[in-house]
Structures are given as structure tokens and as C-alpha cells.
């Protein structure tokens, strides 16, 4: 097999794919939902515990300096969805919601 390809009259490249993409292409493919799944997992147990928290300790609200209020905001939130706003800028109160 010659590694020439011509189109019309204009010679190219045939490109080989590099040893191990494919299985690097497909490691990829398997890894990213599991990835996934393992990241919403912790927002929900992470989120939960947040709640916990709000809930029945307002000592600790105020070691990680937070209001109840925004702790119940951002326990409420779906497991798929991001941190927004101030549990997403540490140390800075930037409300985006």
C-alpha cells in the first residue's frame, strides 16, 4: 500500500493513524461518562451534607463563612448543575444567580 494519495492531480499525504489512538479514542469514550457520573455523585453528596449542615449548624455555617440562606441555595440545586455564586468564588461574593 503506498503512502501517496493523489486527488485530481495534486499528490497527498495518506495519514496512518498513531499507534494506540484508536484505543486511546475509545479508553476516552468509556472514561468521560463514568467521569461524569462520578462527578454528580459527589455534587449530590456534597450538596446534601450542605444541607445537613444549614440545617443544624450555624457554628459551622460561620466557620466556612456562609449565611443559611445561601447554604439552602446552593443545596437545592440539581446534582447536574455547576456551583454558582458564592460557593463558586471562594472568598469573593459574587452572586450569579
Known amino acids: 500500500m503506498s503512502d501517496l494519495v493523489t486527488h485530481g492531480?495534486?499528490?497527498l499525504v495518506a495519514r496512518r493513524p498513531r499507534p494506540g489512538t484508536a484505543e486511546r479514542s475509545l479508553?476516552?469514550?468509556l472514561t468521560a461518562p463514568l467521569a461524569i457520573v462520578a462527578?454528580?455523585?459527589?455534587?449530590h453528596r456534597q450538596r446534601c451534607a450542605?444541607?445537613?449542615i444549614a440545617e443544624r449548624?450555624?457554628?459551622?455555617?460561620a466557620d466556612?463563612?456562609?449565611t443559611r440562606e445561601?447554604?439552602?441555595?446552593?443545596?437545592?440545586r440539581p446534582f447536574w448543575a455547576p456551583a454558582v455564586g458564592v460557593f463558586l468564588?471562594?472568598?469573593k461574593h459574587v452572586d450569579r444567580t
Open 64 to 66: 466556612i463563612g456562609r
Open 27 to 29: 479508553g476516552a469514550m
Open 70 to 76: 445561601e447554604a439552602w441555595r446552593e443545596a437545592a
Open 39 to 43: 462527578l454528580w455523585t459527589e455534587r
Open 89 to 91: 468564588m471562594r472568598g
Open 50 to 52: 450542605l444541607a445537613d
Open 9 to 11: 492531480a495534486v499528490p
Open 57 to 61: 449548624n450555624d457554628h459551622l455555617l
